[in-house]
């Protein structure tokens, strides 16, 4: 399988627009567009697909986080930091366009984002990063694009990943963990294919 985007080559750098933070002075909210995502080469047997793009590069503890003054090493443990889950897409889906599964920062979560005809979303990990905040915490479903802390010494690397399934769908409601993502597709993937773009809201970092 090949996974392509017209937006950003492999292994090269996710433009803005389609983060959720951009660098200012030092962050602001930015367009937050889900980018042109092309896939091809599935097997046959495929009768559906799973999407997820997953962030591995985040600081395993808070401590130093966006605090002026403070930089995040880049030696610290690293966790991963869930970008998108989306499954039981049709297997007659090839492509998903720019801004069409989100087009703008959604204030305590997208409620209903769109995905093919018969896909479920998944919840993404602004959710706990939220939790607590009276602007902006909720429930994040669907994409929500790169906000890396603003004074990481690390470059974040964002992996799309599309996985051709043997099962028209899997048993995962709205709202479904990347645990519970994982454990479903267990034993039923046929294939996949991977994109990988790089973000920084530091200016010291290149990327």
Not at 39 to 57: E, H, M, N
Not at 67 to 90: K, S
Not at 114 to 128: M, R
Not at 136 to 162: Q, S, T
Request: proline share 11%.
């Amino acid at each position: 399988m090949q996974l392509r985007s017209d937006n950003f080559e492999n292994g090269q750098p996710i433009p803005a627009t389609f983060a959720f933070g951009k660098r200012a002075d030092p962050f602001a909210l930015s367009d937050n567009r889900s980018p042109q995502l092309a896939w091809k080469g599935a097997p046959p047997a495929t009768r559906s697909f799973v999407l997820t793009c997953i962030d591995p590069d985040v600081p395993s503890r808070g401590d130093d986080v966006n605090q002026p003054g403070r930089t995040v090493p880049a030696e610290l443990p690293r966790v991963e930091f869930v970008h998108w889950l989306m499954a039981n897409i049709p297997p007659e889906c090839g492509e998903l366009s720019a801004g069409a599964c989100s087009d703008e920062v959604t204030p305590r979560g997208k409620r209903d984002p769109f995905g093919p005809p018969g896909s479920v979303q998944g919840v993404n990990d602004f959710t706990g990063w939220f939790a607590g905040d009276a602007d902006m915490g909720g429930e994040y479903l669907g994409y929500d694009g790169p906000c890396p802390p603003w004074n990481d010494a690390l470059l974040h690397h964002y992996h799309f990943r599309v996985y051709a399934l043997d099962v028209a769908t899997l048993p995962l409601v709205r709202g479904f963990s990347c645990a519970a993502l994982r454990a479903a597709m267990a034993g039923h993937v046929l294939d996949e294919a991977e994109l990988t773009g790089t973000y920084s809201l530091n200016p010291a970092v290149a990327g």
